[in-house]
T-cell receptor, first 114, second 113 residues
Framework: KQEVTQIPAALSVPEGENLVLNCSFTDSAIYNLQWFRQDPGKGLTSLLLIQSSQREQTSGRLNASLDKSSGRSTLYIAASQPGDSATYLCAVMNYGGSQGNLIFGKGTKLSVKP | GAGVSQTPSNKVTEKGKYVELRCDPISGHTALYWYRQSLGQGPEFLIYFQGTGAADDSGLPNDRFFAVRPEGSVSTLKIQRTERGDSAVYLC???????????FGPGTRLLVL
């Protein structure tokens, strides 16, 4: 059974720092991996999607990498801003089985202090 | 264009009552998903539709939960005989086709007293 773990559970950094959020998964047979952002009381906003054949994806100050064989992904945020404060969720879609089921980690709650 | 919308945004009900939660997906998206998120947890899959049919309902916790999508667009999640443990945020998502990026709605916060 696929399990997704995110470390750390919470992170507080001063504005301007570069930071890395970690995601690990137990079954490397994934179809894709997606990073989401969730603001308090809101739904999820998709940030980046990495297909299993890709190594990384970039969008603005965000860069996500994928090492499928070791079951790891990282989300790199450059020059963090207070507006980046949110919970970041990692989710994988397995290659086999259900084609619609995203399996989520519990998230990392990020706080960027001005 | 409009995103995924969900109604109501909040629902308070009493134990034992019946509730319906509605999801309007992005126009043209054939795949629609329901997830449930408890406090401090990531979303957990409930069911997904490809068109009008439920392609995978393996995440529904028991037979009190049922979902429909009769015309391949709007979906309704139905919960019978609600229990306090059903209290959570119910999230809906849609994607252009299955396995593509899922776009989430704001969720319905259900509180069962």
């Amino acid at each position: 059974k696929q399990e997704v773990t995110q470390i750390p559970a919470a992170l507080s950094v001063p504005e301007g720092e570069n930071l890395v959020l970690n995601c690990s998964f137990t079954d490397s047979a994934i179809y894709n991996l997606q990073w989401f952002r969730q603001d308090p009381g809101k739904g999820l906003t998709s940030l980046l999607l990495i297909q299993s054949s890709q190594r990384e994806q970039t969008s603005g100050r965000l860069n996500a990498s994928l090492d499928k064989s070791s079951g790891r992904s990282t989300l790199y945020i450059a020059a963090s801003q207070p507006g980046d404060s949110a919970t970041y969720l990692c989710a994988v879609m397995n290659y086999g089985g259900s084609q619609g089921n995203l399996i989520f980690g519990k998230g990392t709650k990020l706080s960027v202090k001005p | 264009g409009a995103g995924v919308s969900q109604t109501p945004s909040n629902k308070v009900t009493e134990k034992g009552k019946y509730v319906e939660l509605r999801c309007d997906p992005i126009s043209g998206h054939t795949a629609l998903y329901w997830y449930r998120q408890s406090l401090g947890q990531g979303p957990e899959f409930l069911i997904y539709f490809q068109g009008t049919g439920a392609a995978d309902d393996s995440g529904l916790p028991n037979d009190r939960f049922f979902a429909v999508r009769p015309e391949g667009s709007v979906s309704t999640l139905k919960i019978q005989r609600t229990e306090r443990g059903d209290s959570a945020v119910y999230l809906c998502a849609s994607s252009r086709t299955v396995r593509e990026t899922q776009y989430f709605g704001p969720g319905t916060r259900l509180l069962v007293l």
